[in-house]
């Protein structure tokens, strides 16, 4: 049940980014959110007690859950290399090569796992406690060392990349790299309590429920602060320009109940009921522009001119955007200029 929080976070994360990977099926940078989404939540299903004497069963080799699951773990932290790596960007070719090294690396490792099981001796299935029972077993023994080893290193990368990226970048951004940071520490939370439980076996101790009890519980906390970490900026990202043409839309809504219908022509073309905000922002504007097109004429244009200067002396914008004040058919500030006058009242009148 430990395990469902995460499996469930990954999947619609997952669902969110696929409609855009099915539109941009080679964007390096979906391919990476695609990859990560998919080792991790496989490392959640198999890595359940459930699962991993379900696969056993099935393949009809003791314990040959372990090698999978640890090679999952391994592609998992591969693929969050390879995601900072795409998300961070850089010169072509640079990134090219590193990615290269870093999938070939990770690729070696999990080959490395399931040839040291082969060589190794598991006769005895452990659905719990796998990694302190063959602690002692050769060839196993370095399977459990080598992938907690990657899975450690990994962990310190990451924390450290995500942690000096962090303190380069502002927003949304930044918090998902901080929430990043916070997983991965979590990550190495788990392989310390793994490190020494298999540390107190070699030495004769049993410290096995640092592995069996306390090391879960830190892997299941970090993913959900991983994949926020990971999906927040994305997803923000996603809906930043919709919101803001949204805002702008309400924004615009009090002068164009108050200029859009002076015109005598009607739109060019009906917006649909269900159309893009960012189609009925153009239509608004639209209205607005050829409302004060039609009341131009009764502009005062000192009093235009006037009202604009002071408009960019409050907002600190000078230089060139002044230059445009005495120029143009008054469609912008003339209007302000106009409801500063008493223009509302004008308006009425031209209207009757």
């Given at each position: 049940m430990n395990f469902c929080l995460p499996v469930a976070l990954g999947v619609l994360v997952g669902l969110l980014r696929l409609p855009a990977l099915l539109r941009n099926p080679r964007d390096p940078l979906l391919r990476s959110v695609g990859a990560l989404l998919l080792t991790a939540v496989g490392v959640f299903v198999f890595a359940a007690v459930p699962m991993i004497a379900k696969v056993n069963e099935v393949t009809d080799v003791p314990n040959f859950a372990a090698p999978l699951v640890y090679s999952l773990l391994t592609a998992c932290a591969g693929s969050g290399l390879v995601l900072v790596i795409n998300w961070r960007g850089g010169r072509p070719g640079h990134i090219r090569r590193a990615k290269r090294w870093c999938i070939g690396a990770y690729c070696a490792v999990c080959a490395a796992l399931f040839a040291l099981f082969a060589l190794g001796s598991a006769p005895v299935e452990r659905l719990r406690d796998f990694d302190t029972y063959y602690a002692g077993t050769a060839y196993i023994r370095e399977m459990i060392v080598l992938y907690l080893l990657v899975h450690t290193v990994s962990a310190l990368l990451m924390s450290f990349l995500c942690w000096r990226w962090l303190r380069e970048v502002s927003g949304e951004l930044r918090v998902g790299l901080a929430l990043i940071v916070v997983g991965y520490s979590l990550s190495v939370c788990f392989d310390v309590c793994k490190f020494t439980a298999i540390g107190a076996r070699w030495a004769g101790l049993d410290w096995d429920?640092?592995?069996?009890?306390?090391?879960r519980p830190f892997g299941t906390a970090s993913a959900p602060f991983i994949a926020f970490g990971f999906g927040l900026p994305l997803v923000v990202q996603r809906f930043r320009g919709p919101w803001r043409e949204w805002v702008h839309y309400r924004q615009l809504g009090p002068l164009s109940h108050l200029v859009g219908g002076l015109s005598d022509g009607t739109p060019a073309v009906s917006v649909p009921l269900l159309a893009p905000v960012g189609v009925r922002c153009l239509?608004?504007?639209?209205?607005?522009?050829?409302?004060?097109?039609t009341l131009n004429p009764y502009f005062d244009l000192g009093l235009r001119a006037r009202v604009h200067a002071a408009a960019l002396a409050a907002t600190g914008r000078v230089g060139s955007s002044a230059s445009g004040s005495g120029s143009g058919d008054g469609s912008g500030s003339g209007a302000f200029a106009l409801s500063l006058s008493g223009g509302s009242d004008s308006i009425r009148s031209f209207r009757a």
């Open positions: 429920y640092l592995s069996t009890d306390l090391a239509q608004r504007e639209s209205a607005i522009h050829d409302g004060l097109l």
